[in-house]
């Protein structure tokens, strides 16, 4: 056992502070081109972030990569667009407006039906697929965390146009696994191409796949943040600089065929009030430990979903089973986009059809996903978290009136996506640059957000993406 004595001296030594004239104890690879210390005579690398590039050499080669796969990423996402909307278009007749006032329109036949056929395509398109590419890797978030950054582009591309047809044909599941998916499958070819370190690929990988996202949902800087703070785990600079120059340069990209403007339109400018604010602490845990609930059943069914010739036939009960409660209910039709808009905007009314919703778009997802189709989850998880937010900010509204039913969406769906995701930055960063709204109530969706994702961190640890990877 250490002498008290001698653990003194060895923390008096770890803590003494260092003399002003001595050389700084971090080295950066690669060295700065000024070689001169300020007068201070303190070295350039005592801040933190800036030491060195770590395992990842931002090379020039790296940058030229990450300025391709920004371009690639973005006309991918192009392309997943136009996919998605022509199969919207196909089943619904949509054109503009609301995706939900189309599926309203629609009859109720015409709805199970949109649903039965996409189910019986998709079930025997992934099964063929998954048959004849058996072993390739087509998840960014396993080959980042769990092996060397490579994947295959058809595998990739398959699953992406996929699960973009039935998304648009009405299953409930997200539209932007596909261009994450796309803008990772060409990192990792372009990575290949250019003979970079597996370290490099990784990252690259990472980019690509927030850049995909950041580039169908107009969020540069959201996409950059889940780059560096849910795919790589690090906001050092060697990581945020390529996240943020790939995510921006692929919306910019994307710009030759998706608008400019925020996802969701028109939602009002809220103000901070004092029953918000107690609204937020209050209803943060309870978030926090909702999520870790979703996120165990997501867990769950992502493990027991069908396989083999099963996934022939359950997409079609699955799709099926949701068509016909969304005779009642259209808005679980697709990823949620317009519930989440509704209740953004102010326009969500109905405590009773509010729970509905909260209860049923998790039951409708996994159904989904149990049935083996392939999508994102982070708009039906907002859209989840909108309505609750929602839902509960009515019932608080009877006790203490004095905010309005839009920004306690906005607190919930922030929360939601922060807790679920184990990223409140990124949540943060989203939610502002999807609504163009919420910067005056930036207290309450820190307040909730926080404690939300810290509960569901204590209770659990997984998230909707690591609860998703496959067994080992």
């Not at 920004?70 to 998605?84: E, K, P, R």
């Not at 004849?132 to 998840?139: I, L, P, Q, S």
């Not at 307040?447 to 690591?466: E, F, M, P």
Request: net charge positive.
């Amino acid at each position: 056992m250490r002498a008290p004595g001698r653990a003194r001296r060895s923390l008096s030594v770890l803590w003494s502070p260092r003399p002003a004239d001595a050389p700084s104890e971090r080295l950066r690879q690669p060295q700065p081109y000024f070689k001169s210390r300020l007068p201070s005579g303190r070295g350039a690398m005592e801040q933190p972030n800036v030491t060195g590039d770590g395992d990842v050499a931002l090379t020039p080669r790296f940058w030229l990569m990450i300025v391709i796969t920004g371009v690639v990423t973005g006309l991918f996402g192009d392309l997943m667009m136009v996919i998605l909307f022509n199969a919207q278009h196909l089943a619904f007749n949509y054109h503009s407006g609301s995706y939900q006032a189309a599926t309203e329109r629609a009859s109720a036949v015409r709805r199970v039906a949109s649903l039965l056929i996409a189910g019986a395509f998709g079930g025997g398109a992934w099964y063929f697929l998954r048959k004849y590419t058996k072993g390739e890797k087509a998840e960014v978030d396993d080959v980042i965390w769990g092996g060397d950054g490579r994947l295959s582009f058809r595998r990739s591309i398959g699953t992406s146009v996929i699960s973009e047809i039935v998304v648009g044909m009405g299953a409930s599941i997200g539209r932007e696994a596909a261009p994450k998916l796309m803008g990772g499958a060409s990192a990792s070819v372009l990575a290949g191409w250019a003979g970079l370190t597996t370290a490099q690929r990784r990252l690259l990988v990472a980019c690509g796949g927030g850049a995909g996202f950041a580039a169908v949902y107009n969020v540069p800087l959201g996409g950059a943040l889940f780059t560096a703070e849910i795919l790589i785990g690090s906001l050092t600079l060697p990581v945020i600089l390529p996240a943020l120059a790939c995510a921006g340069i692929a919306t910019m990209t994307a710009w030759i065929y998706l608008p400019t403007h925020a996802t969701y339109l028109a939602i009002p400018a809220y103000h901070a009030t004092t029953t918000l604010v107690v609204w937020a602490v209050l209803v943060g845990p309870v978030i926090g430990v909702l999520s870790s609930l979703y996120i165990r059943l997501i867990g769950f069914i992502s493990h027991h979903r069908a396989k083999g010739r099963v996934a022939l036939i359950a997409p079609v009960v699955a799709f099926g089973i949701l068509g016909l409660i969304g005779i009642e209910y259209p808005q679980l039709f697709g990823n949620g986009k317009d519930m989440a808009h509704s209740a953004f905007s102010g326009n969500a009314r109905g405590v009773l059809l509010l729970l509905a919703l909260f209860a049923l778009k998790p039951i409708v997802t996994s159904l989904c996903l149990g049935s083996g189709a392939s999508g994102g989850l982070f708009t039906p998880t907002m859209s989840t978290g909108a309505v609750l937010g929602a839902l509960l900010g009515t019932a608080w509204s009877l006790l203490w009136p004095g905010s309005s039913v839009g920004a306690y969406a906005l607190v919930g769906a922030t929360a939601t996506i922060g807790s679920a995701t184990q990223g409140p930055l990124a949540a943060l960063a989203l939610v502002l640059e999807l609504t163009h709204s919420g910067f005056q109530i930036m207290v309450p969706m820190l307040l909730a957000t926080v404690t939300a994702t810290a509960v569901a961190r204590y209770l659990d640890g997984y998230s909707i993406y690591s609860a998703r990877l496959p067994g080992v």
